[in-house]
């Protein structure tokens, strides 16, 4: 372990407000510096955090403070322009989900970083719950057997981000609930299975109950799906289904992963509200009876934090736990469901 301190500064101050918590707390970083075109934003996390140094220019903010890493939690259509020039000024970078509009981009930010040496970590912060880390293990125990079917999802029943700007479209967002929702189920589906490539997909996307709110919230001809749906073929076989929604005809919003393999099964499922009611478990067979057992009950010694693991790849010189490899190749499994979504028939990975 070394005991380099970083630098850090955090752009974009809305989700970013809990890099800064976390950055606050750690004992890897010696100074924050923050980052905002919005300077009401800078000076309420400032405040309370107690941060001098502010910034309502990312350029000059590079060109001033030698950083080592920035956190970047700006819109989606920001995300490549900024880690690409944060990396070629030498800089390391966790950026929000999802990796950037599409893979083109995505694809650009993985060169980037392999060209300058730089770690660029996809925030993928649903893997680091505590009952994920569990299933993880358990499933890289061997205790489920061969994985063949996963079904992931996140519904809500009332819940478009209103906030972004969602009037521009796929311009800043890159879509809707699949690419802003769909991207952690679907990325915490791809690791618990080991990130198989892809091979098909059918898909389609959907605005059936948004579009009167969009209208009274002044948003004409709203286009971004409010919810989305996908079924992959996996290369080996493994079948991947993902639902996500914005907006649609349901009970409370929920986020489930359901694993079915040869020796076990598992469930991660949460409602949102009412007291987060979560049920996460493993079902084993045992002396020829299938048995529920909650997974809450199993203990892992290390709850790593996001945040923290981007930085100890940093001052250890490791891989980042959530690669730009994989963020990728979330980019390009969200795209081929909009293309197939868009041509109304199954699309197969390039
Ligand atoms: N990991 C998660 O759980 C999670 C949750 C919500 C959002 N996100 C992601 O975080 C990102 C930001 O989402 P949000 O909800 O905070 O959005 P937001 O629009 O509420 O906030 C973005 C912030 O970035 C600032 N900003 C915009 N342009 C900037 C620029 N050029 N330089 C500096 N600051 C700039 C804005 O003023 C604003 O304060 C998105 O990519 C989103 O997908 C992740």
Known sequence: M????????????????????????????????????????????????????KYTDFDKMLKEENLDAISLSVPNFLHMRLSIQAMEAGVH???????????????????????????????????????CQTLKSVIDEGKLGDIYYVRTLWQRRRGVPWWYPLSS?????????LIDLGVHVLDRAMWFCGYPDPDWVLGNTFCKVSKDEAARKGIQNFELEDMGVAMFRMKGGVMLELEASWASNRENEVITTRIYGSKGGAVLHR????????????????????????????????????????????????EVPCTP??????????????????????????
């Open 169 to 177: 479209g796929k311009e800043v967002c890159g879509g809707g609930a």
């Open 271 to 318: 409602v949102v509200g009412d007291g987060n009611a979560a049920s996460n478990k493993l079902f084993l067979e045992i002396g020829g009876e299938v048995q529920d057992i909650p997974l809450d009950d199993k203990i892992i010694s290390k709850m790593p934090n996001v945040r923290q693991a981007f930085l100890d790849a940093i001052v250890n010189d490791e």
């Open 2 to 53: 070394s005991n380099r301190k970083l630098k850090v500064g955090v752009v974009g101050l809305t989700v970013g407000a809990s890099h800064v918590k976390d950055y606050a707390s750690s004992d890897t970083v010696k100074e924050i510096v923050l980052c905002d075109v919005d300077e009401s934003r800078l000076k309420e996390i400032g405040y309370k955090y107690n941060i001098i140094k």
């Open 325 to 350: 490899q994989q963020g990728l190749k979330i980019t390009q499994m969200l795209d081929m469901v909009y293309l197939s979504a868009e041509n109304g028939t199954p699309v197969q990975f390039e």
């Open 93 to 131: 970078v966790l950026c929000e989900k999802p990796m950037a509009r599409n893979a083109a981009e995505a694809r650009k930010m993985l060169e980037a970083a392999q060209k300058h040496n730089k770690k660029l970590m996809i925030n993928f912060n649903q893997r680091f719950l505590h009952e």
